[in-house]
T-cell receptor, first 110, second 111 residues
């Protein structure tokens, strides 16, 4: 049972570079989300999706872009990386009773 | 705006010393309060979902309870392997894809 798969696990970017964090789930969940986790701040919602073709902004959406072309995949794009985007990123797939999280991507922007 | 506050920020216990973690919340139309465990370098691992005041759930040494304003995670006779960060989150009925998290409580259990 794969659950939620995130890639890559680690990434170092230079300021201004762009990249895509991948997230895939095999539970046929409609709801998927991206969070970032910073020390002392808990998990904060970046973007979320309630189904294929439908996305919406969370608490901290600036500098990030998402799309949802299939139920399984929900990639997160960093358009022009900034040092403030150094963080650990988690993708979540949510059923009606619980949300399952991936193992995270640790991103450093230098 | 939904708010979740967890206390204490950090808790050190001796093995076998029972205690409780607190999660205070304000949310319009609660549709679930979630407890997660997170180990260093890992994603959050689901523990419990509570839906209404008075509800209780148990799993091994953990018991979660819910009132209209807060939730408690009771840890009975903890072991060192219970050391982790415990996260609380709420979901409102109009936003099923969104969870609002607290900052977490770092629990350390010494042998």
């Amino acid at each position: 049972n794969a659950g939620v798969t995130q890639t890559p696990k680690f990434q170092v970017l230079k300021t201004g570079q762009s990249m895509t964090l991948q997230c895939a789930q095999d539970m046929n969940h409609e709801y998927m989300s991206w969070y970032r986790q910073d020390p002392g701040m808990g998990l904060r919602l970046i973007h979320y999706s309630v189904g294929a073709g439908i996305t919406d902004q969370g608490e901290v959406p600036n500098g990030y872009n998402v799309s949802r072309s299939t139920t399984e995949d929900f990639p997160l794009r960093l358009l022009s990386a900034a040092p403030s985007q150094t963080s650990v990123y988690f993708c979540a797939s949510q059923g009606f009773t619980e949300a399952f999280f991936g193992q995270g991507t640790r991103l450093t922007v230098v | 705006e939904d708010q979740v506050t967890q206390s204490p920020e950090a808790l050190r216990l001796q093995e076998g010393e029972s205690s409780s973690l607190n999660c205070s919340y304000t949310v319009s139309g609660l549709r679930g309060l979630f407890w997660y465990r997170q180990d260093p370098g890992k994603g959050p691992e689901f523990l419990f979902t509570l839906y209404s005041a008075g509800e209780e759930k148990e799993k091994e040494r953990l018991k979660a309870t819910l009132t209209k304003k807060e939730s408690f995670l009771h840890i009975t006779a903890p072991k060192p392997e219970d050391s982790a960060t415990y996260l609380c989150a709420v979901r409102r009925g109009t936003s099923y894809g969104k969870l609002t998290f607290g900052q977490g409580t770092i629990l350390t259990v010494h042998p």
